[in-house]
């Protein structure tokens, strides 16, 4: 009986011991990132107010549990330098934001779910053994690339405003939210991210872009890139299209039912077609250069703005809701036909009155 007491709590201090080894080994990248300078006090522990290395349950923004890391929360705490996290099976969410990192390395983290390092410093990012990361948000960094390889369930990504010249999410088969404004992208690759619903992309410099088998796509944003021709169709959850300031010259949106809002100010378009579009409300084409529109026959249209066109004629028959139409600048307009559209009630445009 003896022997099997003393066996069992040998096994017992044997247990404990690997586990301490494993919580000393999650603590000393901690650690190490601790000792190293901040933005402006001594020690990035000096920043967080940190006297005791030695004692982790002191350790601010950390909380720990049963020797395990859970959770990081050290935004805006002015902390400098290059943080790995490595090998931490219960840590579940890292918040970073607003300090000054130059790098970070998450790897073999398989709880992890959520990471914020937006408004940092960041060059450097990679991310591997992190089946569970769902939210990634890297916006306001210095990254050029990302290996997106090993987030099969990420959910929402924002890697707006840093220096991407082209990014490939093809792969990532749960994304819902993709915000990469503000970079240097010519390339962007999202066929087949088919729960991908909100696309924010402006401020590029896409020539171009795929949509194939976005099926759930209700929000897509590409204001100010370089584009010359914009095709979109079949795409059944689209709501809202934002494509102003870039150099288009042909938009043609078919067969997108559920679209209510189309934004495309400030191009060069001469061609427009808008084709199976029964929900549409709302339409922008001002600052163009089309000579010929007609939107008749639209049900739901409530709003035009056309004006700053180089427009000849301009027919809007048979729209049974449109109550306001812009048509200011069009010198050389010479037909505006709006037969059947008994709700217009203004019409902005100075050789135009409303008469009825």
Request: overall charge negative; proline content about 3%; glycine content about 4%.
């Amino acid at each position: 009986m003896k022997r099997t007491l003393y066996s069992l709590a040998a096994l017992i201090l044997c247990v404990c011991s690997m586990s301490a080894k494993k919580a000393s080994g999650e603590l000393a990248s901690l650690k190490a990132f601790l000792q190293q300078p901040a933005m402006e006090a001594a020690t990035n522990a000096e920043a967080l107010g940190i006297s005791n290395l030695n004692d982790p349950s002191s350790w601010t923004g950390v909380v720990i549990s049963n020797g395990h890391v859970k959770e990081i929360k050290w935004d805006g705490k002015k902390l400098a330098g290059s943080l790995t996290l490595s090998n931490m099976p219960e840590l579940t969410s890292v918040m970073l934001r607003n300090n000054r990192l130059v790098s970070l390395s998450i790897s073999n983290c398989p709880a992890l779910t959520a990471v914020n390092a937006g408004r940092n410093r960041i060059s450097q990012f990679s991310c591997t053994g992190t089946p569970m990361l769902q939210n990634l948000l890297l916006y306001r960094n210095r990254l050029s690339s990302i290996d997106l390889g090993a987030v099969p369930m990420l959910k929402r990504l924002n890697i707006s405003s840093n220096s991407m010249a082209a990014l490939d999410v093809s792969n990532a088969a749960n994304l819902e939210t993709l915000n990469c404004s503000s970079n240097r992208m010519e390339e962007l690759a999202v066929s087949g991210c088919k729960n991908l619903k909100n696309l924010y992309a402006s401020f590029n410099e896409l020539t171009g872009i795929e949509l194939n088998d976005c099926v759930s796509l209700a929000n897509l944003n590409l204001n100010n890139n370089r584009m010359s021709k914009l095709y979109l169709q079949d795409l059944p959850a689209l709501n809202t299209l934002f494509c102003s300031d870039n150099h288009l010259t042909q938009l043609s949106v078919n067969n997108c039912k559920a679209l209510n809002d189309l934004w495309a100010p400030y191009n060069d378009l001469t061609a427009v077609g808008i084709t199976d579009c029964p929900a549409i409300a709302f339409i922008n084409l001002s600052w163009n250069d089309l000579s010929y529109l007609d939107l008749s026959n639209m049900n739901f249209l409530q709003r035009l703005n056309v004006s700053n066109n180089q427009l000849l004629t301009l027919l809007c028959n048979f729209d049974p809701l449109l109550a306001y139409v812009n048509i200011a600048n069009n010198i050389n307009l010479t037909e505006f036909s709006h037969d059947g559209s008994d709700n217009l009630m203004q019409v902005v445009g100075t050789n135009w009155e409303m008469d009825e």
